[in-house]
């Protein structure tokens, strides 16, 4: 893990904004105000809080429940400087206070407990080098997964990671046959958090339920009515108290439940060229193409098709699910307005994990370890070099223009054309200009004192956190 923890700590120094206001607009406004609605004390309504929804925030709910207990804590210190945003949270207030630190902490906190969950469970399918190894993988050249911790993390991803990889360590567990206490009602929370991270997860989330209790049954040979109750009760109460008690609360707004309007464009083309083209832009377009910004997704794929008689068949069940946000990303014909395909990589590639590791375990005894290791390092110089450059300079800033499928959104279609050719003319152009504006903005920045306070604490956070959660890692789980 010490290896992971510093790769984590140096991309951290880098991939901070510069001044920056802690959040960006939109969806991330819907994800804090879940937040701050449970965390001053007015969940289910959110008449003082700022969001984006007609009636209530129309983004899923679930990255606010779960970073609530964080905005909570750090909002004690918003009460003690009587800040504005006690008492109201309005567009402008909201930016450099304690509550919304609070959030960020929340995203560091859960995202490495998911590279823990991750971690530990390729453990069981692969040497610890390996497990190590695929897990360094995912994290650089997984599709930016650390923009989403880092640059971005009032957002949902993080918390989507660690909720699919949890999954994948319970259902591991499970088919290992090992004890956790507990087991069926996590299951039933986690599932529940699936959906309610990414509402596009439905699906995944029945079927986590529907794979448990089959690989339970096959353990046990038999099925209790109580285990089925002990599953389904905290799923339906999660989802219940958290989606659709505000919607009572609050009203039915077919703009905010139908996710913007997202939703009326999942009809299928007719044209089946249309599916061939635009599945050829998902893997190999200039703009966000997935053998740029996640070569390692490809590879695992590979994997998968090469190891599918190794990987079980409860793993490759879940992976099936995938392919509905495989779709998704088809028919909106856009990569999702920020950093690739994000509604994609994160539900599918903890998933891949375990075909992954079966290749790293392979390549460790057919060429070495090293070599090996080479091999990892050129697969991720360029999603790394991508991460780095994304929004750091004029050419790799997103625009809001018609793409090439005839959507308006916010695209470069250019990004990564123009990135080759600044590697070209300087192959670290990407790590310079990313030092200058994160960690050298801490450095030489004109912030205000409780900027610069809130700024080093952000530095000082993930290695922190990562120390407090090795700690317990050593002295309460081994």
């Known amino acids: ?27 991330d406004d819907d994800y804090f105000a879940v937040a701050s609605s449970i965390a001053y004390g007015n969940f289910p309504y959110f008449s003082d809080e700022y969001h984006v929804g007609e009636k209530m925030p129309f983004a899923s709910v679930g990255p606010g429940v779960l970073a609530a207990p964080f905005v909570a804590v750090f909002s004690i210190v918003d009460h003690a400087l009587h800040a504005p945003i006690v008492k109201k949270r309005d567009k402008d207030n909201r930016y450099w206070t304690w509550s919304l630190l609070g959030f960020h902490f929340a995203v560091y906190f859960y995202f490495l407990f998911g590279v823990f969950f ?4 390729l453990k069981f399918w692969g040497t610890e080098h390996a497990a190590m190894f695929s897990t360094l993988l995912i994290l650089l050249g997984g599709g930016g997964v650390l923009i ?77 009515v109580g285990r089925v109750v002990r599953v389904f009760l905290p799923f339906c109460l999660f989802i219940s108290v958290f989606r659709l008690l505000p919607i009572v609360a609050n009203g039915y707004s077919s703009y905010d439940q139908g996710y913007a309007g997202v939703l009326g464009r999942i009809m299928p083309e007719v044209d089946p060229l249309f599916y061939w083209y635009r599945i050829g832009d998902i893997f190999l377009g200039r703009d966000m193409g997935l053998v740029y910004t996640a070569p390692v997704l490809v ?108 959507v308006v959104t916010y695209t470069t279609p250019n990004f990564h054309a123009d990135l080759l050719t600044d590697l070209l003319s300087n192959p670290i152009n990407p790590i310079m200009r990313a030092a200058a504006t994160g960690f050298g903005s801490f450095i030489w920045g004109k912030l205000s004192v409780q900027q610069t306070v809130q700024r080093a604490s952000l530095y000082i956070g993930p290695p922190l956190l990562f120390l407090l959660l090795y700690w317990f890692i050593r002295n309460k789980l081994s």
């Open 1 to 27: 893990m010490r290896y992971i923890f510093s790769v984590i700590v140096l991309m951290s120094l880098l991939l901070l904004p510069a001044n920056h206001r802690l959040m960006i607009v939109n969806d």
């Open 118 to 121: 991750l971690y530990e469970a």
């Open 148 to 224: 989403y911790v880092f640059k971005r993390p009032v957002m949902s991803h993080a918390f989507e990671f660690f909720t699919v990889d949890a999954v994948v360590l319970l259902i591991t567990l499970a088919m290992q046959k090992r004890a956790v206490k507990c087991h069926d009602e996590i299951i039933g929370v986690c599932a529940a958090l699936l959906f309610l991270t990414r509402y596009n997860n439905l699906f995944l989330s029945i079927g986590l339920i529907g794979l448990y209790l089959y690989v339970k049954w096959k353990n046990e040979c038999q099925m209790s």
């Open 299 to 406: 590879v695992a794929l590979i994997a998968l098709w090469v190891y599918k008689s190794r990987v079980p068949k409860e793993m490759l069940f879940l992976c099936g699910f995938c392919l509905f946000n495989f779709y998704f990303a088809v028919i909106w014909k856009s990569f999702g307005s920020y950093y690739g395909y994000r509604y994609l990589t994160f539900t599918v590639l903890p998933l891949l994990a375990v075909p992954l590791v079966f290749l790293v375990d392979h390549l460790f005894l057919a060429i070495g370890r090293w070599r090996v290791f080479l091999l990892g390092l050129l697969l991720c110089y360029f999603p790394v070099m991508s991460t780095l450059a994304f929004n750091n300079s004029e050419i790799f800033q997103l625009a809001r223009v018609t793409n090439s499928w005839g």
